[in-house]
């Protein structure tokens, strides 16, 4: 524990003595409450349905921004040799950069609690789908960065990176959308593996177990190919 504490520290902090996690932050942002303003001016309504509504979208290029960097940089920089020579597991190393990636997350949506408050004072407001919206967003950031981490282990250039994670995190957010123009026979399968599915099914304020199973199958699994990928060098 204490080596993943010592490089989730590291990472984290890393993010914030560049500029990578301010602009982003911003970014993000401007971007999530501009969508929350006109929404609430236009629809009249006191929700937070186009955030939530927006939040998935802007998570297609927040994520694979944050987390191109994490093995990639290691390996253009030669670090990353370096690092594995201590005594310190694939594991270890796997989760530290992914927790730092996950609570730059959580940082960057913490501010959108002010929408909630606003939304609060101006009327009121299912507490149980808020809540759920919320648990919704956490987990998908979740299963995303545990693509971008893997996507970031695959190479050691920052835009390829980000590229493959993009493209792979936008497939799964997509395949909620196609399915009325699927075979009966493909829609239970492809909705399952949508990210967008689940999300919207715990948005609505009930937890749900397959939705729970779904989401901390693939955090584990993107976690393992990430660790398969880094032993690939011993082969």
């Known amino acids: 524990m204490q080596n993943i504490k010592t490089i989730y520290l590291k990472e984290l902090r890393s993010y914030f003595n560049s500029p990578i996690a301010y602009i982003v932050i911003i970014?993000?942002?401007?971007?999530?409450?501009?969508?929350?303003?006109?929404?609430?001016?236009?629809?009249?309504l006191a929700t937070l349905r186009s955030l939530f509504d927006i939040i998935p979208f802007i998570f297609l290029f927040f994520i694979p921004a944050i987390t191109m960097r994490l093995f990639s940089e290691e390996k253009k920089q030669g670090t990353i040799e370096l690092l594995l020579t201590k005594p310190i597991t694939d594991y270890e190393l796997v989760a530290g950069k992914y927790l730092a990636a996950f609570?730059?997350?959580?940082?960057?949506?913490?501010?959108?609690?002010?929408?909630?408050?606003?939304v609060l004072l101006l009327g009121r407001i299912d507490i149980g789908t808020v809540i759920g919206g919320y648990l919704g967003l956490i987990f998908t950031a979740g299963v995303y960065i545990g693509i971008?981490?893997?996507a970031s282990s695959l190479t050691e250039n920052q835009v390829v990176a980000f590229i493959v994670s993009f493209v792979v995190i936008f497939a799964l957010f997509m395949m909620?959308?196609?399915?009325?123009?699927?075979?009966?026979?493909?829609?239970?399968?492809?909705?399952?593996?949508?990210?967008?599915?689940?999300?919207?099914?715990?948005?609505r304020g009930?937890?749900?177990?397959?939705?729970?199973?779904?989401?901390?199958?693939m955090i584990a699994f993107t976690l393992f190919l990430t660790k398969v990928s880094l032993e690939s060098r011993k082969w």
């Not at 909705?191 to 948005?203: G, P, Q």
């Open 27 to 44: 970014v993000f942002l401007i971007i999530a409450g501009y969508f929350f303003t006109n929404g609430l001016f236009q629809n009249n």
């Open 103 to 118: 609570v730059l997350t959580l940082i960057t949506l913490l501010p959108t609690l002010l929408y909630f408050i606003v």
């Open 148 to 150: 971008g981490l893997f």
């Open 176 to 203: 909620g959308k196609i399915l009325m123009q699927l075979s009966p026979a493909l829609v239970s399968a492809i909705e399952y593996i949508s990210t967008d599915y689940h999300f919207v099914n715990i948005s």
């Open 206 to 217: 009930v937890i749900d177990s397959r939705n729970l199973i779904y989401y901390f199958s």
